[in-house]
Nanobody, 128 residues
């Protein structure tokens, strides 16, 4: 079983920043586009951001564009999600996922079913 592990969640106040991290085995990470999703209670899993295998192409959901930034460090097999200006609506469990691709595939994968390997999630709580 592939171990995708998220970290960095916690309790923050509105307006605060938080940086999530996600690691995956090198054999998976180096061959995958990586995505971040979130799911709040009673809601569907929502796409947030994606970064291509090489790191040169990123996509964002409109709800987080300008506030969240996805990045990856291929040497550390780690993808990050920098979240600024957190709001109550951002409170959810955040998931990282890997989508194996060829190096030149920079398509947008915005559906959870596009992704093959998932982490267990990390919770973000936003309070006033």
């Amino acid at each position: 079983q592939v171990q995708v592990v998220e970290s960095g969640g916690g309790v923050v106040k509105t307006g605060d920043s938080l940086k999530l991290a996600c690691t995956a085995p090198g054999r998976i990470f180096s061959r995958s586009a990586m995505g971040w999703f979130r799911q709040a209670p009673g809601k569907e899993r929502e796409f947030l951001a994606q970064i291509s295998r090489g790191g040169g192409t990123t996509y964002y959901a409109d709800s987080v564009k300008g506030r969240f930034t996805i990045s990856r460090d291929n040497a550390k097999n780690t993808v990050y999600l920098q979240m600024n200006g957190l709001m109550f609506e951002d409170m959810a469990t955040y998931y990282c996922a890997a989508k194996p691709t060829i190096l030149t595939d920079n398509r947008h994968f915005a559906t959870w079913s596009d992704y093959v390997h998932w982490g267990q999630g990390t919770e973000v709580t936003v309070s006033s």
